[in-house]
């Protein structure tokens, strides 16, 4: 049974830090490249960062670039997101999600929200 499992979600002050994990059974970690993805309060899912499935390449959305990494364990089955900097508009609900040609599966998502 595939499961993706997110955790690390929290009420933040706006410029302060989380890390994201998700941990992934039933299925090859590694090999499949992981990606997370946010859906804001009323708006549509959107990428966020994804990582390659030996972790060579990275690559992130425009918003996120400098604030966020995104990191893997292939021996853990374990994705990371390092969210540093954080602002309000970073306030989602935070999903992982891997994929490999053509399977894709989906976490249930943590929420973040940033507020003072």
């Known amino acids: 049974q595939v499961q993706l499992v997110e955790s690390g979600g929290d009420l933040v002050q706006p410029g302060g830090s989380l890390r994201l994990s998700c941990a992934a059974s039933?299925?090859?970690?590694?090999?499949?490249?992981m990606s997370w993805y946010r859906q804001p309060p009323g708006k549509e899912r959107e990428l966020v960062a994804r990582i390659t499935s030996a972790g060579g390449s990275t690559n992130y959305a425009d918003s996120v670039k400098g604030r966020f990494t995104i990191s893997r364990d292939n021996a853990e089955n374990t994705v990371y997101l390092q969210m540093n900097s954080l602002k309000p508009e970073d306030t989602a609900k935070y999903y992982c999600?891997?994929?490999?040609?053509?399977?894709?599966?989906w976490g249930k998502g943590t929420l973040v929200t940033v507020s003072s």
């Open positions: 039933g299925f090859t970690f590694s090999k499949y490249a």
């Open positions: 999600c891997a994929a490999r040609s053509p399977m894709t599966y």
